[in-house]
């Protein structure tokens, strides 16, 4: 049982949470929006790889304009050099303050999550010791099946979440299934102190602390021309050449394990058919 606690934040006022932006300005809006919902005050900082697109440069001037930081970077083009959104990190948080930092790819969002999912992350962080950081399962269950990377979506995130059977235990005075699990880039508090870097060994948590992983809500093969100009290596869900190379991949799943409020107010865990995903997205 996890103590109920309060955060240790160094600062009382707000956590800062480095958003990873290239190219899709509307979504990186639409994620900060969903944070100023959470319990937990959020100071959002956005590390920029080199974004090109004039309607993405727009939203950059407009933050900034409000007091959000931008650290602007010229683009990237493998995976390891995500790892270079540490210099933002530590300009945002100095000499490696005690108090914990957040980092997220600008499209995971917290907009259909609890108010309390990064509290219930920071709680885990300071109680599990073992877990270098902490975020949300990226949920799957209403994923359109007509989505053009559906099978590939299924077959890569059940192999390695969502084929698990959650573990339970009781935080902030209720029940919560986890899971001990990798952590790239994808939204997770880290721990002061610590450098970001890919691949972290964590924790994530399941509903209603998961978050949405916006571009599997899109049949867009390229917004605002980010299919063209994002690679490959980096980028999957949105890249044109990632989408071509494996739009024919079916799922090898029939079903696999979620975890359902039923009755209202009653988490557990529960058998999800792949048969059973919506045909189109629904509000997304």
């Known amino acids: 049982m996890i103590p109920n606690s309060r955060p240790s934040l160094e600062s009382p006022s707000s956590l800062p949470l480095v958003l990873i932006s290239f190219d899709r300005g509307a979504m990186l809006e639409r994620t900060i929006r969903a944070l100023e919902r959470q319990t937990v005050p959020v100071e959002a900082v956005v590390h920029d790889n080199g974004s090109t697109d004039p309607a993405t440069l727009d939203v950059l001037d407009r933050l900034e304009m409000r007091g959000t930081r931008v650290f602007r970077y010229p683009p990237i083009t493998s995976p390891d050099e995500l790892n270079l959104v540490d210099r933002t990190v530590t300009k945002v948080c100095g000499r490696r303050s005690r108090g914990p930092y957040a980092v997220s790819d600008c499209d995971v969002s917290l907009e259909d999550s609890d108010p309390q999912a990064i509290e219930m992350y920071l709680r885990f962080l300071d109680t599990e010791p073992a877990a270098e950081c902490v975020g949300p399962m990226l949920r799957i269950e209403d994923i359109p099946s007509d989505y053009p990377l ?13 084929h698990k059977e959650p573990l339970w235990t009781e935080a902030l005075g209720r029940t919560v299934a986890y899971q001990w699990a990798p952590i790239d880039t994808t ?65 090898d799943f029939d079903e696999y394990v979620i975890v359902v409020e039923s009755p209202p107010g009653t988490l557990r865990a529960a058998r999800h058919r792949v048969a059973d995903h919506p045909v189109k997205s629904a509000g997304h």
Do not use: C
């Open 187 to 251: 939204m997770a508090v880290h721990r002061g102190g610590t450098p970001f870097h890919r691949e972290k060994s964590g924790i994530r948590v399941y509903r209603p602390f998961d978050a949405l992983h916006l571009d599997w809500y899109s049949h867009d093969s390229s917004p605002s021309g980010y299919g063209q100009r994002s690679s490959p290596a980096v980028s999957h869900w949105s890249n044109d050449e990632y989408r071509e190379r494996h739009a024919a991949e079916r799922p």
């Open 150 to 162: 559906f099978g590939k979506v299924i077959n890569r995130h059940v192999e390695q979440f969502w």
